[in-house]
């Protein structure tokens, strides 16, 4: 096995510095725990696992086969009631590190490091990023332009060197990785490390249906659609006749109530619930609504492999991307 040494993997403890991204609906105890032992870090929503019990009886399963770090995602907005249970019972099976998404990760930052544990938080723009370091966050993970699901407006490009130079804390590259060119670029950009999501859909140990692993190998980057009619926050999915029917915008109606001081806390949580209730469907079985998530990557991947060959490939190839990289020579 190799090691590739960066802040990512010193802060962890582990060899490689790839997170399997936690995936609502996709994430399960199969991939997280290939993803650690390969050398990585494997992490699941907790609101994968419904009712709370089971979400305590995959960590236990977890815990079970593997004692390398693993990680676990936390809606932080007051939409999930779930939240501070989450935390409490993620940190009573070892959770090593929790990964905070739409809303404000203070108490889960408490709650963790007086544990011992870490926080990384989702961010796709840089006052997001300051504000989560000043709450004392041991890292971002830097959604960018490509990503699957929640996707920020930024280029990964621009977006991780900006934060890099800004940022005293880990920043994290998410958005369009799927193989070792992937992982170098975003190295070589100032990352600390990648989260790789919709690479892992199309494993061996994703229990989505088959349609849905065919829609990932068949798809392009042009096949990828942005639309907020899901969660209300602008996600990223494959396009099919009935994402394309749903359009990429809520009603302006809704828009209004969501943003309205008054109805905003009665509505999101309402969109969000009728958004899992669409995308749970589409990921259990065949239907003409489907609505598949995914980034932009979905035109880098073209086979079915297990979680620890994804991880291993992938630094296989970022191995030999090193070494095919033109050198600079002095010119006279």
Known sequence: MYKVKTKLTDLLGIQVPIIGAPMFLVSNEDMVVEISEAGGIGA?????????????????????????????NIIVNKSNQRQSDDLRIGLDCGVNLFITSLGNPKEVIKEAHRNGAKVFCDVINLKHALKVQEMGADGVIA??????????????VVLIPWLVRQLEIPVIAAGGIADGRGLAAMLALGASGVSVGTRFIASREARVGADYKQAILKATPEDIMLTSRISGTPATVIKTPYTEKMGSDLPWAINLLKD??????????LIHLLGMRALEGAVEKPTWKSVWCAGQSVGLIESELSCQEIV????EEYKEILGQLPHVEDYK
Do not use: C, D, Q, W
Request: hydrophobic content about 35%; glycine content about 10%.
């Open 260 to 269: 309205h001081p008054v109805t905003k806390k009665y509505v999101v949580p």
């Open 44 to 72: 699941f929503p907790a609101l994968n696992f419904r009712p709370i019990e089971n979400y305590k009886k995959a960590l236990m399963e977890i815990r079970s086969r593997t004692t390398k770090p693993i990680g676990v």
């Open 143 to 156: 959604v960018g332009v490509g990503a699957g699901g929640h996707a920020g407006p930024v280029s990964p």
């Open 312 to 315: 291993y490939k992938m630094i």
